[in-house]
């Protein structure tokens, strides 16, 4: 082979493992700020891991809210009409939150089926509900129309 083919075979090959280790440095770095959507459902059949952040979202359900005699932390339940999970969440909750109300939650998978929140939204004006919560839902409703 020829000296200058060599030598740019090489710078060649070093361009593209550098543009390989940065891709894959910025890919592992991502992941950590990744907060995948999960229904209730897909989080108790085990589709999200332990200490993986995620979004959970659903209904609030009814009689569920449950509130500390001291500070700010709230439990309550989430249901997509199949499954539910408990949501904890030590802070003020949206003024629009609300039992029956579609909710979405960031936070961390703490144990199978509870949720630790950082971040509760809840829906701003009577027709809203998010996008994902909403297909969720209407997921559900179509598989027991369908049962």
């Known amino acids: 082979m020829h000296p200058v083919r060599k030598q740019r075979l090489v710078i060649v090959l070093i361009i593209v493992a550098g543009a390989s280790a940065a891709a894959a440095l910025t890919m592992y770095s991502l992941r950590q700020n990744i907060n995948a959507f999960y229904t209730p459902s897909q989080i108790q059949s085990g589709e999200a891991g332990i200490g993986q952040r ?14 500390a005699e001291e500070g700010l932390l709230v439990s309550f339940e989430v249901t997509d009409n199949q499954e539910t999970v408990i949501v904890d969440y030590d802070g003020i909750l949206p003024d629009l939150f609300r039992e029956g109300q579609g909710i979405l939650a960031k936070g961390e998978l703490i144990a199978p089926g509870h949720v630790r929140a950082s971040e509760v ?18 997921k559900v409703s179509h598989v027991e129309e369908t049962n």
Not at 54 to 67: F, I
Not at 124 to 133: A, G, K, L, Q, R
Request: proline content about 3%.
């Open 121 to 138: 939204l809840a829906k701003h004006d009577e027709n809203y509900m998010s996008p994902e919560v909403k297909a969720a839902l209407e």
């Open 54 to 67: 995620l979004r959970v979202g659903g209904l609030v359900v009814a009689n569920s809210v449950k509130r």
